[in-house]
């Protein structure tokens, strides 16, 4: 009944994705990751002038209001090559190799100044392959989503603080997951359509 009803919620949400919804993620300052030196993203810059130029709080849109918090104390940069950002699939075959894709959107989500990934393929009615030789044969990167519509590559994280883009937060993936699944580095729930309130 579960898989049933995320199902319906995703092709109901298909054609009904027009704004941003209010994002429910403001918890504080304090859980803001402030640490590391020269992290190329830092989470904690609302406008992204010091994490490489890429990250501005107008391209991000409402996902410049997420906060991050550090929970487990795991803090390996999770988006210097997965998830990095990106404007074209030539930058994510620097990073990844043959197959690196250059995404904007998940589904209905918008994916904030890109994500790199690849594509793979997800067996009839699952959600995950974990360390699927497809994404990188040596392991430790799952193939997530929801055939057809969306089939990518991620690694998994467990802290917001492996997250170092502005914009994402070590997450279930939005409408597909079910309590215990696992977590990666994606976008807020008020990317639904668009990050931008139009």
Same mark, same amino acid.
């Given at each position: 009944?579960?898989?049933?009803?995320?199902?319906?919620?995703?092709?109901?949400?298909?054609?009904?994705?027009?704004?941003?919804?209010?994002?429910?993620?403001?918890?504080?300052?304090?859980?803001?990751?402030?640490?590391?030196?020269?992290?190329?993203?830092?989470?904690?810059?609302?406008?992204?002038?010091?994490?490489?130029?890429?990250?501005?709080?107008?391209?991000?849109?409402?996902?410049?209001?997420?906060?991050?918090?550090?929970?487990?104390?795991?803090?390996?940069? *999770?988006?210097?090559?997965?998830?990095?950002? +990106? %404007? !074209? @699939? #030539?930058? &994510?075959?620097?990073?990844?190799?043959?197959?690196?894709?250059?995404?904007?959107?998940?589904?209905?989500?918008?994916?904030?100044?890109?994500?790199?990934?690849?594509?793979?393929?997800?067996?009839?009615?699952?959600?995950?392959?974990?360390?699927?030789?497809?994404?990188?044969?040596?392991?430790?990167?799952?193939?997530?989503?929801?055939?057809? *519509?969306?089939?990518?590559?991620?690694?998994? +994280? %467990? !802290? @917001? #603080?492996? &997250?170092?883009?502005?914009?994402?937060?070590?997450?279930?993936?939005?409408?597909?997951?079910?309590?215990?699944?696992?977590?990666?580095?994606?976008?807020?729930?008020?990317?639904?359509?668009?990050?931008?309130?139009?």
């Amino acid at each position: 009944m579960k898989r049933a009803g995320w199902i319906a919620s995703l092709c109901l949400a298909l054609p009904l994705a027009a704004g941003c919804p209010a994002d429910d993620s403001e918890e504080g300052d304090e859980g803001s990751n402030t640490s590391g030196p020269s992290s190329e993203s830092d989470p904690s810059s609302a406008d992204g002038s010091e994490s490489g130029g890429d990250d501005s709080s107008a391209a991000l849109g409402c996902a410049a209001e997420v906060e991050n918090d550090t929970t487990d104390g795991a803090s390996d940069d *999770l988006q210097l090559t997965w998830g990095a950002p +990106c %404007t !074209d @699939d #030539a930058e &994510c075959i620097d990073l990844l190799g043959e197959g690196g894709v250059c995404l904007f959107e998940a589904v209905i989500y918008e994916l904030p100044l890109g994500y790199c990934s690849k594509s793979c393929e997800l067996p009839s009615g699952e959600k995950y392959v974990f360390d699927d030789p497809a994404c990188d044969p040596n392991g430790g990167i799952d193939c997530i989503g929801l055939a057809p *519509l969306f089939q990518v590559c991620a690694p998994q +994280c %467990t !802290d @917001d #603080a492996q &997250c170092s883009r502005d914009g994402y937060s070590c997450r279930n993936f939005p409408m597909i997951a079910e309590e215990g699944d696992p977590t990666y580095c994606l976008m807020p729930d008020c990317c639904e359509g668009s990050c931008a309130e139009e």
